[in-house]
């Protein structure tokens, strides 16, 4: 195929300062690492792991139980490499308990509801409510490796039921808080849930979506779900007693599940790509630092859903970083500003959208709320053109003042593959270069490297955040992402990279 012509758009959207180069959080990681520019940290990252990943591990101070021995083992194939052996974690001690004890008082959650509603938890009160939840999960019989969906807006406990399930070593089933019955039953039969956390209704567009009921009706076709806890949207309680608080993180070894993530489904069977609890907590805590630069004390909206994979993102990104996540319920354009007003009512420093919803917003009008708390816009979802990235970069990034973080990945990553980098000018559209620990390039049908042209976005070598698998099929696995070029992940993304060295989708 030939170049498409966004490649050849060379005027740059964002050009980073000598001050905001100096004061990102990737140049300290390079110059603990010796190294000059971007470049130069992405070859250490995928040529010295070992050094690389320890070195992120220190330099953002992740709660390790215990560290690793090894950092990576492929014994059984590239298919099934496992990271960080001999460590012992738990992503809920280092994204919440930890913090609860660093910054006790520092803000960690605030829910804006669609009618107004106002909430905000620090650490010390998140860390309480993540305690008490999971406490009523032991209680209904919830042991390590069982599987618990939750189905909840973006809530504030949304994060405490992800996090509950953490703390005991129950692996989470985020659904998509927008599926009807049918859905639901899908994830539920293929994970064998046993527990289902939701709330008896939420709120959207000004109707109220009754959640709970939507439940009922799935679990008739859900033999496996025993329990079903109902957070109450009017007096912000759960349905039942929760415990007293008292019951300690267990620590689990680096590979033990975490979070069973679907595939939206729209193309067959929806998959469901297993994550573990070092992988995902250190791609993630890795790609917010470095790519996204969020740090200690910022303040995160990002307009998604628990059930897809930026859900997860942000409750771990922000939580193993010690910042606040703004948890936005219903429309983010009910009334037309609302995204843009909560964005300077609360502050906000890290904004994400897709290019969909910005397509959506730009009938709306212009932003007319103060976005001057904004470092970075962080998007994702799926390509850019070039008209709807113009805008947000005109009208919401102050025309090149802060970076279009665009980044992409997937359900099956656990992080991104591709991202803008607060070190290097970002091009319109573009995604920046690969990024750290990502060893990334685009292939031809031959499966010979390919420059200037489009082919296969492909992974040559193991990472992290990687999927161990798609839960209970393991040929359709190695079928998806591994038979295309042997050893070789291929991700079904068209992409490209141009003369100087830009990635694009």
């Not at 940290?41 to 220190?58: I, K, M, Q």
């Not at 906000?348 to 103060?370: F, H, N, Q, W, Y």
Request: aromatic share 10%; with cysteine.
């Amino acid at each position: 195929m030939s170049n498409p012509a966004h490649v050849e758009r060379a005027v740059f959207a964002w050009t980073p300062s000598p001050e905001q180069v100096a004061s990102a959080n990737v140049t300290r990681l390079a110059r603990r690492l010796g190294c000059g520019d971007y470049h130069a940290l992405h070859r250490v990252s995928v040529e010295e792991p070992e050094r690389f990943w320890r070195t992120v591990a220190d330099d953002l101070d992740i709660a390790l139980a215990r560290p690793w021995e090894r950092v990576l083992d492929d014994s059984r194939g590239i298919e099934w490499t496992t990271w960080f052996d001999g460590a012992r974690l738990n992503v809920a001690t280092a994204c919440v308990h930890t913090w609860a004890e660093r910054t006790p008082d520092a803000a960690a959650a605030v829910f804006r509801g669609e009618n107004g509603d106002r909430r905000e938890w620090t650490f010390e009160e998140l860390s309480r409510e993540v305690r008490r939840l999971a406490e009523a999960l032991v209680e209904r019989g919830v042991r390590p490796g069982d599987r618990v969906a939750i189905y909840l807006p973006m809530c504030p406990e949304a994060a405490v039921a992800s996090h509950a399930c953490a703390h005991v070593g129950a692996v989470q089933v985020p659904i998509f808080s927008g599926f009807a019955a049918p859905a639901i039953v899908q994830r539920l039969q293929d994970s064998g849930a046993r527990v289902v956390l939701t709330a008896d209704y939420s709120l959207r567009r000004g109707s109220r979506i009754a959640m709970r009921e939507t439940i009922a009706a799935a679990l008739r076709k859900a033999p496996s779900v025993e329990h079903v806890l109902a957070w109450r949207r009017d007096d912000l309680t759960w349905d039942t007693e929760l415990g007293a608080g008292e019951l300690p993180a267990l620590e689990f070894e680096a590979e033990h599940p975490y979070l069973l993530a679907y595939t939206s489904g729209t193309t067959g069977r929806p998959k469901g790509a297993l994550h573990v609890h070092g992988g995902f907590l250190l791609s993630i805590a890795r790609e917010a630092a470095y790519q996204s630069d969020l740090r200690a004390g910022d303040r995160v909206l990002f307009a998604t859903d628990m059930g897809w994979i930026m859900g997860p993102w942000t409750v771990v990104g922000a939580g193993a970083l010690g910042a606040c996540v703004v948890y936005m319920e219903g429309a983010p354009d009910r009334p037309d500003d609302r995204l843009w007003r909560l964005v300077e009512e609360e502050r906000v420093t890290m904004l994400g959208v897709s290019p969909t919803l910005v397509r959506a917003l730009i009938p709306k009008g212009e932003p007319a709320a103060d976005l001057s708390s904004l470092r970075a816009i962080t998007t994702t979802g799926e390509p850019w053109n070039a008209g709807p990235y113009d805008w947000l970069n005109e009208h919401a990034a102050g025309g090149g003042r802060i970076p279009i973080v665009n980044i992409s990945g997937g359900t099956e990553v656990g992080a991104c593959f591709l991202s803008v980098t607060p070190m290097a000018p970002a091009k319109p559209v573009s995604l920046g270069f690969p990024a750290l620990g990502q060893a990334m390039d685009v292939y031809s049908p031959a499966g010979e490297p390919l420059r200037g042209e489009v082919g296969e976005l492909v992974c040559k070598r193991p990472w992290p955040g990687m999927t161990r698998g798609i839960w209970g099929d393991e040929e359709r696995y190695l079928e998806t992402y591994w038979r295309r070029f042997p050893g070789v992940w291929t991700h079904g993304d068209w992409a490209s990279i141009d003369e100087d060295g830009y990635w694009f989708l």
